[in-house]
């Protein structure tokens, strides 16, 4: 009994807090997160139309997937950078390519988290506008689009 009457007593005198509290008032509002915010963390997708563009503008796209699936078949154009030799193929990368530059990172398709992956390794090595291509090659391919190697 005791207790009711306690939390009763708490109730009427702090009435209004608790209905603050209830609404979501006490929380403050977050401030909204730009466009470029989330592009600085994370890699946007790309879509197939967006990697012909950039193809035709002479701008970079890199495949993620390891050298033998390259050598295989690959978008035409496209350069080699294998997620799993990082370590050994960035340093060339980011001596060849401007930060300031558009990538568009595809590996093996729906599922294939290594163009994800790549792109955010990418931004951490600081490149600002980085793009996955979720279709990747096999999009690519089936639909007709320019492929290059040995067995496209």
Do not use: N
């Amino acid at each position: 009994m005791l207790i009711a009457f306690g939390a009763l007593v708490g109730l009427t005198l702090h009435h209004r807090l608790m209905f603050d509290a209830f609404s979501g008032r006490l929380v403050p509002p977050s401030p909204p997160v730009s466009q470029e915010r989330v592009q600085a963390i994370l890699p946007l997708p790309a879509l197939l139309v967006d990697v012909q563009e950039v193809l035709a503008a002479g701008g970079v796209v890199v495949d993620a997937r390891s050298p033998e699936l390259f050598a295989m078949g690959h978008i035409e154009g496209a350069q080699s950078l294998p997620l799993s030799e990082i370590d050994t193929v960035l340093p060339a990368f980011l001596e060849r390519v401007a930060k300031d530059q558009l990538i568009i990172a595809y590996c093996s398709g729906f599922g294939c988290p290594d163009s994800f992956d790549l792109g955010l390794l990418l931004i951490e090595a600081g490149y600002r506008e980085v793009r996955t291509f979720e279709g990747g090659y096999p999009e690519w391919r089936d639909a007709g689009l320019p492929v290059a190697g040995d067995k496209p």
